[in-house]
């Protein structure tokens, strides 16, 4: 089955320690993304990714950081430098970044930091 | 990207149609309208989107106002798994892709 994987479903941390979101995508997608969704709130975008080895910031990027070495794969790193942490983190990919085409969500992680 | 204005909530019978509004006034001409909906706890889920003409798909009907500064979303029998959040968002044709989520539209289905 094709889709997108995020794990863990939920993580919890120390504050003070950075920590890393998985994200995989089997539907051999170019564009990958990162949202961040608070309680009753719609998603903010953290970073994207147009393609391997490319990425550029969303509006939400500081305290955030992420790399694109494969196309499946785009995981993202929590520092200790994002002031409120605790979220709902959702990655998604699309054939291509244009308007046109629909983006895949994956089931999303939950990060309490205590 | 244009912003969307959608209801905070709607109530709905189960195995009643369902029209959902979202306003839009500021659309361009190369805006697509799009709809997601979620489920608690859960990511998005694509459901539709059109540019002009209304679109048809097995979940949903997307009908566009002439002017385009509106549309709806019609769920032609709501089920109680068809209550979730859904999400009215504009994309440009040749933007750099990312969907910017208002606080949406609660439908909640009542048996």
């Known amino acids: 089955d094709g889709g997108i994987t995020q794990s863990p479903k939920y993580l919890f941390r120390k504050e003070g320690q950075n920590v890393t979101l998985s994200c995989e995508q089997n539907?051999?997608?170019?564009?990958m993304y990162w949202y961040r969704q608070d309680p009753g709130q719609g998603l903010r975008l953290i970073y994207y990714?147009?393609?391997?080895?490319?990425?550029q910031k969303g509006d939400i990027a500081e305290g955030y950081s992420v790399s694109r070495e494969k196309k499946e794969s785009f995981p993202l790193t929590v520092t200790s430098a994002q002031k409120n942490p605790t979220a709902f983190y959702l990655c998604?990919?699309?054939?291509?970044?244009?308007?046109?085409?629909?983006?895949?969500f994956g089931p999303g992680t939950r990060l309490t930091v205590l | 990207d244009a912003k969307t204005t959608q209801p905070n909530s709607m109530e709905s019978n189960e195995e009643e149609p369902v029209h959902l509004p979202c306003n839009h006034s500021?659309?361009?001409?190369?805006?697509?309208i799009h709809w997601y909906r979620q489920l608690p706890s859960q990511g998005p889920e694509y459901v539709i989107h059109?540019?002009?003409s209304n679109v048809n798909n097995r979940m949903a009907s997307l009908a566009i106002a002439e002017d385009r500064k509106s549309s709806t979303l019609i769920l032609h029998r709501a089920t109680l798994r068809d209550a979730a959040v859904y999400y009215c968002?504009?994309?440009?044709?040749?933007?750099?892709?990312?969907?910017?989520f208002g606080k949406g539209t609660k439908l909640s289905v009542k048996p």
């Open positions: 998604a990919s699309s054939i291509y970044t244009d308007g046109y085409n629909e983006q895949f």
């Open positions: 539907l051999n997608h170019d564009a």
């Open positions: 990714s147009q393609i391997v080895n490319d990425f």
């Open positions: 500021t659309i361009s001409g190369t805006d697509y």
């Open positions: 059109g540019l002009t």
């Open positions: 968002i504009l994309r440009g044709g040749g933007s750099q892709g990312n969907l910017i």
